[in-house]
């Protein structure tokens, strides 16, 4: 640090119902996680979905994952060299559950899949939409 710097000032955090809430200046959005899931919301206010709410995504984030396993494994086949389980990790957009009822599961970060990603938006328990990018 130099002589002249300034001590990085901490993210806002509050904590609700015993779920810690972080607000990342850098990137701007929320994030927190709830039953070892990382959740997150692009917009400036929060709406918060309730513990049955969270838990119902959690449920329904469980009972798709093997269809959007295949379809992960099936676009990534079109990839080279990328591979599924190679240290991927998914995240639950929940800005749009309040008003829509609508989460996106984004999945990215593999080893061998450089910046590709893909998500997948979900309502009423179905896949409705899938974007690669």
Not at 15 to 44: M, N
Not at 74 to 93: H, I, N, P, Q, R
């Amino acid at each position: 640090m130099g002589l002249f710097s300034k001590t990085p000032k901490p993210n806002p955090k509050i904590t609700v119902e015993g779920i810690g809430i972080a607000f990342d200046r850098e990137h701007g959005w929320w994030e927190f996680t709830y039953r070892g899931a990382k959740f997150c919301s692009f917009d400036p206010a929060l709406t918060l979905p309730t513990k049955a709410e969270l838990d119902s995504i959690l449920d329904t984030l469980e009972s798709l994952k093997p269809e959007m396993r295949t379809r992960l494994q099936k676009g990534l086949s079109g990839w080279g060299a990328s591979k599924l389980d190679d240290g991927e990790s998914c995240c639950v957009d929940v800005q749009d559950f309040a008003t829509e009822r609508t989460f996106t599961v984004s999945w990215s970060g593999g080893e061998s899949w450089g910046d590709l990603g893909v998500d997948f938006t979900i309502k009423d328990h179905a896949i409705i939409d899938e974007s690669w990018g």
